[in-house]
């Protein structure tokens, strides 16, 4: 059964810096899902991951899967408060289900 | 496009009460529909994921009997929540798509509280 293990569950950091959030998942995935949610919202689809290698961007943030190390990952370039969120990754298992990891809420301090 | 419409948006009832969740797809055809729920702070959890005209498939540990999913035609299905308690409060999003691996929309979310 597929697990997803994201790290950091928390992060806090400041405007203007970059990091990187971690997605770790546990069998083969054909595909990652990236997604962000505001708080008492639903989900915003961000990106979607279909082949080892790939790499997409959307303003400042940044995704790409390495499905021999069965990870993703999510790079923030010179955050904004704009992107303090909740992100979410989530794998693919057989034909239909995701399987979300627990979340990532990241705070974004002026 | 592909939007999913989820309603109602937020129910308060009292203990006791049945409640009944709709989902829509507005601009496509749902083959499939899925309904999660989300605790405070929590990851979503996959509850069913139910096709039109078939009975759902239910994730184990999700209790069939009080949660109630019809999936009549390939745009609404409806999730009751069937004599519901305080432990059932939570927020319930519902998403669909449009075939086998084809990307999930989400709805809005309804968010439960049960008195």
């Known amino acids: 059964e597929l697990k997803v293990e994201q790290n950091p569950l928390f992060l806090s950091m400041q405007e203007g810096k970059n990091y990187t959030i971690y997605c770790n998942y546990s069998t083969t995935s054909d595909r990652l899902y990236w997604y962000r949610q505001d708080p008492g919202k639903s989900l915003e689809s961000l990106f979607v991951?279909?082949?080892?290698?790939a790499v997409k961007q959307e303003g400042r943030l940044m995704a790409s899967l390495d499905t021999k190390a069965r990870l993703s990952t999510l790079h923030i370039t010179a955050a904004v408060h704009d992107l303090s969120a909740t992100y979410f990754c989530?794998?693919?298992?057989?034909?239909?289900?995701?399987?979300f990891g627990q979340g990532t809420r990241l705070t974004i301090n002026p | 496009g592909a939007v999913v419409s989820q309603h109602p948006s937020r129910v308060i009832c009292k203990s006791g009460t049945s409640v009944k969740i709709e989902c829509r797809s507005l601009d496509f055809q749902a083959t499939t529909m899925f309904w999660y729920r989300q605790f405070p702070k929590k990851s979503l959890m996959l509850m069913a994921t139910?096709?039109?005209?078939?009975?759902?498939?239910?994730e184990q540990g999700v209790e069939k009997d009080k949660f109630l999913i019809n999936h009549a035609s390939l745009t609404l299905s409806t999730l009751t929540v069937t004599s519901a308690h305080p432990e059932d409060s939570s927020f319930y999003i519902c998403?669909?798509?449009?075939?086998?691996?084809?990307?999930?929309?989400f709805g809005d979310g309804t968010r439960l509280s049960i008195l």
């Open positions: 998403s669909a798509n449009s075939g086998t691996s084809q990307p999930q929309h």
């Open positions: 989530a794998g693919f298992q057989g034909a239909q289900k995701l399987v």
């Open positions: 991951l279909l082949s080892n290698g």
């Open positions: 139910s096709n039109e005209g078939s009975k759902a498939t239910y």
